[in-house]
């Protein structure tokens, strides 16, 4: 389950932590033609820390399927 918190700048982050991976979101109301993403898998090691663009977040969709 998602925790939704408000940033200093005004916007949402979105934040999922289980089972050893750890998502987030942030949208920015400064840019809203892109999402700010951090992903880390506690297992594999593998991190990310990406800018994506609304239209094409295959990435997302990547990092949103590691946490089923």
Do not use: Y
């Amino acid at each position: 389950e998602p925790a939704i918190v408000p940033t200093n700048a005004g916007g949402i982050q979105i934040e999922w932590h289980t089972q050893g991976v750890d998502l987030e979101l942030e949208i920015d109301p400064k840019e809203l033609d892109s999402i700010r993403m951090t992903f880390e898998n506690l297992h594999s090691g593998e991190e990310l820390d990406l800018t994506l663009p609304m239209n094409g977040p295959s990435e997302l969709e990547f990092c949103v399927g590691c946490l089923s």
